[in-house]
């Protein structure tokens, strides 16, 4: 269920790599998830979202990869710019109406 | 595209008074809305859920009467923080799932610094 209050892990990649973020989530019966990025001080924005009825999904330099078998998301990103930097989650939709959030990444982009 | 609003973006408010932090959703009707605090670098902590007039699911550890969600309509939301302590400064946030799909939007949070 719930997303604890870890400190957030960090990633750093250099300008023009690729980024791999990585996200546990808990619950078997979550059935939709969606990966949000979170700049200093605001709210969460939209970025990808993936239904369990697929394992894949692509999006503008985003692609989403769902593992059910081990509830593995990870969230992978083309050609790292220094305006990705910024804090990563991934959120399950529980069939209980209840929308959880992982821990989190704190991804740094090295000019 | 679809947006949501929270008002105040910050707030200060004494320790002991009650403050109300708004969540509207702009152009869509939002039958669920979902709030979270969350602590400087740490994950959304999903405090409750609320569907349009019915009463909110609280999670575990969530004091209902001390954080009072009102959900009266399909485009506002309402949290209150009743007997502010500064313990409960921190920063909220509101999301809402529209009727027509599963897509979440968020709001943009609002501050609450209790003196």
């Known amino acids: 269920g719930e997303s604890v209050g870890l400190h957030l892990p960090t990633l750093s990649v250099q300008e023009g790599d690729n980024s791999i973020i990585n996200c546990a989530y808990s619950?078997?019966?979550?059935?939709?998830f969606i990966w949000y990025k979170q700049e200093s001080g605001k709210g969460p924005q939209f970025i990808i979202d993936?239904?369990?009825?697929?394992d894949k999904r692509q999006g503008q330099r985003v692609t989403v990869l769902l593992n059910k078998t081990v509830k593995h998301l990870s969230l992978q990103i083309a050609a790292t710019q220094p305006g990705d930097s910024a804090v990563y989650f991934c959120?399950?939709?529980?069939?209980?109406?209840?929308?959880?959030f992982g821990t989190g990444t704190s991804l740094t982009v090295i000019p | 595209g679809a947006v949501v609003s929270q008002h105040p973006s910050r707030v200060i408010c004494k320790s002991g008074t009650s403050v109300k932090i708004e969540c509207r959703s702009l152009?869509?009707?939002?039958?669920?809305m979902f709030w979270y605090r969350q602590f400087p670098k740490q994950s959304l902590m999903l405090m409750a859920t609320?569907?349009?007039?019915?009463?909110?699911?609280?999670e575990q550890g969530v004091e209902k009467d001390k954080f009072l969600i009102n959900h009266a309509s399909l485009t506002l939301s309402t949290l209150t923080v009743t007997s502010a302590h500064p313990e409960d400064s921190s920063f909220y946030i509101c999301?809402?799932?529209?009727?027509?799909?599963?897509?979440?939007?968020f709001g943009e949070g609002s501050w609450l610094t209790v003196v």
């Open positions: 619950n078997s019966a979550s059935d939709y």
């Open positions: 959120a399950e939709f529980s069939t209980g109406n209840q929308f959880y």
């Open positions: 999301s809402a799932r529209g009727i027509s799909g599963n897509t979440i939007y």
């Open positions: 993936i239904r369990s009825n697929m």
């Open positions: 152009d869509f009707q939002a039958t669920t």
């Open positions: 609320s569907n349009e007039g019915s009463k909110a699911t609280y």
